[in-house]
């Protein structure tokens, strides 16, 4: 059973950064893709960004300029860089996988395509 834990989260500042991890564990690295979702209070879950098992990644539109994904080389940490935190990214941030290699094809538009949740780690921006 794939396990996913995301750690990171904390309380910043407008225009401070940063990192959110995801470890997984118990999964052949090949086998499952993942991806970052985001969901703030009374607002629709939304993807941020995600990476498939061949290295191709994605990030969404609104926050490329500032955030970035990427994975450690033995695929066990994914890695979420957040720069330039606007109020608005203010979020409980969640881990997820999906079985095959479609996730940047879907973070955006199919999220139940994503069947292995984390817990999710919060952060919060001050103005």
């Known amino acids: 059973q794939v396990h996913l834990v995301e750690s990171g989260g904390a309380s910043v500042q407008s225009g401070g950064s940063l990192r959110l991890s995801c470890k997984v564990s118990e999964v052949t690295y090949n086998d499952y893709c993942l991806a970052w979702f985001r969901q703030a209070p009374g607002k629709e879950r939304e993807g941020v960004a995600a990476?498939?098992?061949?290295?191709?990644?994605s990030v969404a539109d609104s926050v490329k300029a500032r955030f970035s994904i990427s994975q450690d080389h033995r695929f066990t940490t994914l890695f979420l860089q957040m720069n330039g935190l606007k109020p608005e990214d203010a979020a409980m941030y969640y881990c997820?996988?999906?079985?095959?290699?479609?996730?940047?094809?879907?973070?955006?538009?199919?999220?139940?395509?994503?069947?292995?949740w984390g817990q999710g780690t919060q952060v919060t921006v001050s103005s």
């Open positions: 990476r498939d098992t061949d290295g191709t990644s």
């Open positions: 997820a996988a999906g079985r095959g290699n479609e996730c940047t094809a879907y973070y955006r538009s199919r999220s139940t395509y994503f069947n292995i």
